[in-house]
């Protein structure tokens, strides 16, 4: 227990000499008989000092007692948590990023043993159905860490010659050599265990895989032999390939996913042995997030417009019942929601814009008895007040979030900024606001818009495609038509309006700029300036041809007329730019040519580069530049500081 009371003392002197820290639960992992909730856990200090150092942590359910904490190497990070099925053993991932070192351990109690250890990534510990191996998604002597959204590697040599692939590779739990099993020349995106222990479900695809995940096949992986075989070809994106008990058919979600991150779609079946898959939740009003079987039928969370539900599926019947429904943020190791063996009780880290994450723990029954078995961050304060907003807008009901500061004075007004996500599939749910632009600019009295236009998730698959190849033009009406919302609800000043992204929202800001003046300052991160050009430099071309119908080369025209640089000469309000030197997704040169046209134009333009960064900033240092540039911009030019 020594390292639970380091861990208890770091809080403290935290505590006492500056900001109140946040604890983080992340991974969170539930035990099969419900009793257990283990995560890697963290005391985040809230001022951009320094990256937290997790522990992994197991707790009581039933209490949150803290059992057990296991902290073998100090400068590594840790994740992807998982009990085996009997849960007496805990399978979990360390990483030294200095090193590259990645060492796979399994603990019981005192004991904490490292069962494989090499130089590369290592993700997803799966247990096999009766415990004997532990299954894994690895890259031995990977050139960069997983994912686009990550820093890329540098561009020399022989260009896409030798990609990093995913594989699918198993170790014995009582010890042994650590074997690669699906073939070299694939990449594995996601991947579950068939109910009989010889072989996987996963969504894979041939060649370079922080580009390919847009055209992966639902396949089987045989673990005797490694030999991969099609199951489907998904008519979009695919994601939590899940076997059914029974072994006879997968299901998975299915929709128009921008990112392979965040999820969102219909549920689809497909039978096992091959064929096409059916989707059995059609018109469904709502964004599937994540999935999960037991006992014979799927449990799956869903964004249905500003609530997250939890509804159950009778694959046979197709009939939906939901169990429960809130505004909250949810979070595991496996999407949502981490359940236990039987599907009786789930466990979640919950928060919302207004309350810091905490465990909760509940019979899935009856979740109005859902408690929160933590109170770690129970005396920590909002740093907003949150009101979900719905408007109409040509046809569409739409809905955001607007976050008030929480000193409003009476007959006052306040500047307002516009936030535009990323994707554009995706969308903004509860979440506490941890340091960032958001909880800056509130702390120094503006008003926040954070909207889910068309093109969004959570109305359904026809509204998440309603701006296929429309990029900036419904989406952009909703947005402006939801600002008008929001100023007849808030004392805001429609003369002292801001607008800000990343990402697609990077690109939506420099879009705006071209389309109307109403917004007086911007701040674009990691933006598109030129879709033509984009489509040639970033390393995720395959993205593009679901939302523009095909590439650069099919069909320039749509290309051009989206791209903000054909339309440049009517931006004149001033915008700060930032993006990562080493950005896979959206190229430092797309930053570079809007810098460059605005500049040329006179227009009051700010680039930083930061270096070394990929698509997500992970520096504190950079974050911090990029809030203090974004605060120090809007206040120059909304408010006169």
Same mark, same amino acid.
């Given at each position: 227990?020594?390292?639970?009371?380091?861990?208890?003392?770091?809080?403290?002197?935290?505590?006492?000499?500056?900001?109140?820290?946040?604890?983080?639960?992340?991974?969170?992992?539930?035990?099969?008989?419900?009793?257990?909730?283990?995560?890697?856990?963290?005391?985040?200090?809230?001022?951009?000092?320094?990256?937290?150092?997790?522990?992994?942590?197991?707790?009581?359910?039933?209490?949150?007692?803290?059992?057990?904490?296991?902290?073998?190497?100090?400068?590594?990070?840790?994740?992807?948590?998982?009990?085996?099925?009997?849960?007496?053993?805990?399978?979990?991932?360390?990483?030294?990023?200095?090193?590259?070192?990645?060492?796979?351990?399994?603990?019981?109690?005192?004991?904490?043993?490292?069962?494989?250890?090499?130089?590369?990534?290592?993700?997803?510990?799966?247990?096999?159905?009766?415990?004997?191996?532990?299954?894994?998604?690895?890259?031995?002597?990977?050139?960069?860490?997983?994912?686009?959204?990550?820093?890329?590697? +540098?561009?020399? @040599? #022989?260009?896409?010659?030798?990609?990093?692939? &995913?594989?699918? $590779?198993?170790?014995?739990? =009582?010890? %042994? /050599?650590?074997?690669?099993?699906?073939?070299?020349?694939?990449?594995?995106?996601?991947?579950?265990?068939?109910?009989?222990?010889?072989?996987?479900?996963?969504? +894979?695809?041939? @060649? #370079?895989?922080?580009?390919?995940?847009?055209? &992966?096949?639902? $396949?089987?992986?045989?673990? =005797?032999? %490694? /030999?991969?075989?099609?199951?489907?070809?998904?008519?979009?994106?695919?994601?939590?390939?899940?076997?059914?008990?029974?072994?006879?058919?997968?299901?998975?979600?299915?929709?128009?996913?921008?990112?392979?991150?965040?999820?969102?779609?219909?549920?689809?079946?497909?039978?096992?042995?091959?064929?096409?898959?059916?989707?059995?939740?059609?018109?469904?009003?709502?964004?599937?997030?994540?999935?999960?079987?037991?006992?014979?039928?799927?449990?799956?969370?869903?964004?249905?417009?500003?609530?997250?539900?939890?509804?159950?599926?009778?694959?046979?019947?197709?009939?939906?019942?939901?169990?429960?429904?809130?505004?909250?943020?949810?979070?595991?190791?496996?999407?949502?929601?981490?359940?236990?063996?039987?599907?009786?009780?789930?466990?979640?880290?919950?928060?919302?814009?207004?309350?810091?994450?905490?465990?909760?723990?509940?019979?899935?029954?009856?979740?109005?008895?859902?408690?929160?078995?933590?109170?770690?961050?129970?005396?920590?304060?909002?740093?907003?007040?949150?009101?979900?907003?719905?408007?109409?807008?040509?046809?569409?009901?739409?809905?955001?979030?607007?976050?008030?500061?929480?000193?409003?004075?009476?007959?006052?007004?306040?500047?307002?900024?516009?936030?535009?996500?990323?994707?554009?599939?995706?969308?903004?749910?509860?979440?506490?606001?941890?340091?960032?632009?958001?909880?800056?600019?509130?702390?120094?009295?503006?008003?926040?818009?954070?909207?889910?236009?068309?093109?969004?998730?959570?109305?359904?698959?026809?509204?998440?495609?309603?701006?296929?190849?429309?990029?900036?033009?419904?989406?952009?009406?909703?947005?402006?038509?939801?600002?008008?919302?929001?100023?007849?609800?808030?004392?805001?000043?429609?003369?002292?309006?801001?607008?800000?992204?990343?990402?697609?929202?990077?690109?939506?800001?420099?879009?705006?700029?071209?389309?109307?003046?109403?917004?007086?300052?911007?701040?674009?991160?990691?933006?598109?300036?030129?879709?033509?050009?984009?489509?040639?430099?970033?390393?995720?071309?395959?993205?593009?041809?679901?939302?523009?119908?095909?590439?650069?080369?099919?069909?320039?025209?749509?290309?051009?007329?989206?791209?903000?640089?054909?339309?440049?000469?009517?931006?004149?309000?001033?915008?700060?730019?930032?993006?990562?030197?080493?950005?896979?997704?959206?190229?430092?040169?797309?930053?570079?040519?809007?810098?460059?046209?605005?500049?040329?134009?006179?227009?009051?333009?700010?680039?930083?580069?930061?270096?070394?960064?990929?698509?997500?900033?992970?520096?504190?240092?950079?974050?911090?530049?990029?809030?203090?540039?974004?605060?120090?911009?809007?206040?120059?030019?909304?408010?006169?500081?």
């Amino acid at each position: 227990m020594l390292a639970a009371l380091a861990l208890a003392l770091t809080t403290q002197v935290a505590a006492a000499t500056g900001p109140a820290p946040l604890h983080l639960f992340d991974n969170l992992a539930l035990s099969p008989d419900g009793q257990q909730v283990a995560s890697s856990e963290a005391d985040d200090p809230q001022d951009l000092s320094r990256t937290p150092h997790h522990q992994i942590v197991v707790r009581r359910a039933r209490d949150g007692g803290v059992e057990r904490v296991y902290d073998p190497c100090p400068v590594c990070t840790y994740g992807d948590v998982a009990f085996s099925p009997d849960g007496s053993r805990l399978a979990y991932i360390a990483r030294d990023k200095k090193t590259a070192e990645v060492s796979v351990h399994i603990a019981a109690g005192a004991s904490d043993q490292v069962a494989a250890s090499f130089k590369g990534v290592a993700e997803k510990p799966r247990w096999s159905p009766d415990g004997t191996v532990l299954a894994l998604k690895v890259v031995v002597n990977a050139k960069k860490s997983l994912g686009a959204t990550s820093a890329g590697a +540098a561009q020399v @040599g #022989d260009i896409g010659s030798d990609p990093d692939e &995913a594989r699918i $590779a198993v170790l014995p739990a =009582a010890g %042994g /050599q650590m074997r690669l099993v699906s073939p070299a020349d694939t990449f594995i995106y996601e991947y579950d265990w068939t109910p009989d222990g010889k072989g996987f479900v996963a969504s +894979a695809a041939k @060649g #370079d895989g922080d580009n390919n995940w847009w055209v &992966a096949e639902l $396949a089987a992986v045989d673990l =005797a032999s %490694g /030999q991969l075989r099609r199951i489907a070809k998904p008519e979009r994106q695919l994601n939590f390939p899940r076997s059914a008990p029974d072994g006879k058919s997968v299901a998975y979600i299915g929709g128009l996913m921008s990112d392979f991150g965040p999820v969102g779609g219909d549920i689809y079946l497909a039978p096992f042995a091959g064929g096409a898959a059916e989707d059995i939740t059609p018109g469904f009003k709502g964004s599937f997030t994540s999935l999960a079987w037991r006992g014979g039928k799927l449990l799956a969370t869903a964004l249905v417009g500003d609530q997250t539900e939890i509804i159950t599926i009778d694959p046979k019947t197709r009939r939906m019942t939901t169990l429960w429904s809130a505004a909250l943020g949810l979070s595991s190791g496996e999407g949502k929601l981490a359940f236990d063996a039987t599907g009786k009780i789930v466990a979640s880290t919950v928060s919302d814009f207004e309350h810091a994450p905490e465990i909760a723990v509940a019979p899935v029954k009856d979740l109005s008895l859902a408690r929160r078995i933590t109170q770690a961050n129970a005396a920590l304060p909002a740093f907003a007040k949150a009101t979900s907003v719905h408007w109409s807008n040509e046809g569409f009901t739409v809905q955001g979030w607007l976050l008030a500061p929480l000193n409003v004075e009476p007959g006052k007004t306040y500047p307002l900024v516009v936030q535009v996500h990323g994707g554009p599939s995706s969308a903004v749910t509860p979440s506490y606001l941890r340091p960032g632009m958001a909880r800056t600019l509130l702390a120094h009295g503006y008003y926040v818009f954070l909207p889910n236009p068309r093109g969004s998730y959570g109305q359904g698959e026809a509204f998440t495609r309603a701006n296929v190849r429309d990029f900036g033009g419904g989406d952009l009406r909703d947005i402006l038509a939801g600002v008008d919302a929001v100023e007849k609800i808030a004392p805001v000043d429609e003369q002292r309006l801001g607008i800000m992204g990343h990402s697609y929202g990077g690109f939506m800001t420099m879009w705006t700029l071209t389309q109307t003046h109403r917004f007086k300052a911007a701040v674009a991160g990691a933006g598109i300036a030129n879709w033509i050009s984009y489509y040639g430099e970033n390393g995720i071309d395959q993205w593009m041809i679901p939302f523009f119908g095909g590439s650069a080369y099919d069909d320039p025209a749509i290309y051009q007329k989206l791209s903000p640089l054909t339309h440049i000469k009517s931006a004149t309000t001033p915008v700060f730019l930032y993006v990562g030197e080493r950005d896979v997704e959206c190229p430092a040169s797309q930053s570079v040519e809007y810098w460059h046209a605005l500049r040329d134009l006179g227009t009051p333009v700010r680039l930083l580069i930061l270096e070394g960064e990929g698509h997500g900033i992970r520096e504190p240092e950079h974050e911090k530049a990029i809030n203090d540039g974004a605060l120090a911009w809007f206040d120059k030019y909304l408010t006169g500081k």
